[in-house]
Each structure stands twice: as C-alpha cells, then as structure tokens.
C-alpha cells in the first residue's frame, strides 16, 4: 500500500518530558572527538538523541553535564558504563534549533532537570521499569502521566 502523504509535519511541542534512557554509547565523531550518544524515549512523542562531547580543554563543562545525568536519571556519580541503568528515566527540556543542513526546526535536549525537581513523576518507576524489562512497555502512546509546566529550575547548558 503506497503511503498516503499529507504534508503535514509536527514537531515535538518545547518543555519538560519524562524520558527513558534506552542505549548510551561511546562513539568518535569524523573530525576525531570523542562522544557519549544517548537515546532517549520521550513520553508519548518518540525517540530523541543527546550527545555529550568530550571536550577536555574544558573538562568542568563535560563533568558538569554527566552530573545533569546522574542526577536527573538517578544514576551514581562516575558511572561511564551505562549499560544496568537502560530503562531508568530522567526529565530533560526539550526546546527547538534550525538545522541548517535540512533548513528546517528540529526538536533537542537543551538540558537535564534533577529528580528532585519534579518528585511526582517518579512515583511510578518500579511499575514502568519492570514492564521495560519484560518488553511490555509501550511509549509510543500517551501514558496517564501528570501533566506539569515548562520551568527554568534546570541549568540550562550550551551545546559543546
């Protein structure tokens, strides 16, 4: 069946989302520089990629960025190795950049707010990690998650 295009295009609407941390990797962009891609699962939206650049003439700007992680996802300081912690989730603000190869806005994690910022989103972590593990959980729809506002009490941290 042919697809039935309509022109339409939506973006993912800015503010905060609940994310679930699917894959971490460590990768070497083409210019040489060293980076962590994480994949994302935003709530009801789809999935999205952040990428942390290892930048070492400025290392407190990267160690500050890995905290915004550790603290939003509930994961132990240091940790490079994110494999145990796919599945546990976090809360990023999601804001819009042009992408000047495509000419077009694109959704992006501008930054990463901590857990104990928005408490009653994670009230339901154990229920949503199991179903992640037994493969049952699906995000593709809404979840009867609580509906919150966009806030600036994350540190909002330019790209590298």
């Known amino acids: 069946m042919p697809w039935d295009y309509d022109g339409t295009d939506t973006i993912m609407p800015e503010g905060e989302y609940k994310v679930r941390l699917d894959d971490a990797v460590e990768k070497q962009s083409k210019a040489g520089g060293e980076y ?3 994949k994302l699962t935003v709530f009801g939206k789809g999935v999205i990629y952040y990428r942390l650049n ?9 160690n500050r960025r890995y905290k915004a992680i550790y603290t939003s996802f509930d994961i132990p300081e240091g940790v490079t190795d994110f ?3 796919r599945g546990t989730f976090g ?8 992408n000047d190869y495509y000419g077009m806005m694109e959704p992006y994690v ?4 901590p857990r104990d910022k928005r ?4 009230k339901d ?3 949503f990690k199991s179903a992640y593990e037994e493969g049952t959980l699906d995000l593709r729809e809404d979840t009867d998650m609580p509906d919150f506002d ?5 540190v909002e941290m330019p790209m590298a």
């Open 125 to 127: 972590d154990e229920k």
């Open 119 to 122: 408490p009653e989103l994670f």
């Open 83 to 85: 494999y145990e912690y």
């Open 91 to 98: 809360v990023c603000m999601i804001k819009h950049r042009m």
């Open 36 to 38: 962590m891609e994480f």
């Open 54 to 62: 290892h930048d070492y003439k400025n290392k407190d700007n990267t």
């Open 110 to 113: 501008c930054y990463f707010i």
């Open 150 to 154: 966009a806030a600036d009490d994350g």
